[in-house]
C-alpha cells in the first residue's frame, strides 16, 4: 500500500491557500500601506520642520526669513496667495525650499537642527513640500498633499484655508 496524497487533495489544498492568499490581498490592500507609510513621512517631515522653524524664531538674534513661497517640484502652489518658485535645494542655509537660514543658530551656541531639508516622499505631480514665508511678521506655512485614507481628513481639520492640503504653521488662518 502506497502512502501519499490524491491529486484531488493537492488540488483542494492549492484551492484554500489561493483563497487565503486573495483575502489578505484584499484586506491587508498594499496599495493603501504604501500610502499611509508616505503620509506618516510626510507628517513626521512637518513636526521636525515646524520645531526647527520654532526654534529658530525663538533664539536667533536676528531671525529672518527670506519673502516669498517656494516649492520642491515645478508645480504651482495652488493653495498659497504668494508665486510660487520651484526650488529643489535641500540646503539649510536659506537657500532651500525652507527660506530660513537654520546656520545662524551658531551665533548663539546651537547647531542647525537639520542636516538637511526634507524632500516629500514621491515628490511628483500633485504630492509636494512647499512653503511661504512672510518676512515682516515672521510669519510662516508649510503645505502637502496627503493620499491616505487614514490621514487626509487631517487637511480638512488641520485650522488652515484649504481642505484639499495639509498645512501648518503660525500665519494666521495658515493663508499665506
Request: hydrophobic letters at 40%; proline letters at 3%; charged letters at 15%.
Amino acid at each position: 500500500m502506497k502512502k501519499g496524497f490524491t491529486l484531488v487533495e493537492l488540488l483542494v489544498v492549492i484551492g484554500i491557500l489561493a483563497v487565503l492568499t486573495a483575502a489578505v490581498v484584499v484586506v491587508l490592500n498594499p496599495a493603501e500601506l504604501l500610502k499611509q507609510s508616505r503620509d506618516a513621512q510626510r507628517l513626521s517631515d512637518f513636526d521636525a520642520l515646524r520645531s526647527a522653524i520654532s526654534l529658530y524664531l525663538s533664539t536667533a538674534s536676528n531671525p529672518a526669513f527670506t519673502n516669498g513661497a517656494r516649492t520642491m517640484v515645478g508645480s504651482t502652489c495652488q493653495t498659497l496667495t504668494m508665486t510660487c518658485a520651484s526650488n529643489t535645494i535641500t540646503k539649510v542655509d536659506g537657500t532651500g525650499w525652507v527660506a530660513v537660514n537654520f546656520n545662524e543658530l551658531t551665533g548663539v551656541g546651537l547647531s542647525s537642527p537639520l542636516a538637511a531639508l526634507p524632500t516629500d516622499p514621491t515628490n511628483s505631480g500633485s504630492y509636494y513640500y512647499a512653503g511661504a514665508f512672510d518676512s515682516v511678521n515672521k510669519y510662516y506655512e508649510l503645505d502637502s498633499v496627503l493620499e491616505s485614507s487614514k490621514y487626509s481628513g487631517r487637511m480638512s481639520t488641520d485650522g488652515g484655508s484649504s481642505t484639499s492640503t495639509y498645512e501648518v504653521g503660525n500665519a494666521p488662518g495658515l493663508a499665506l
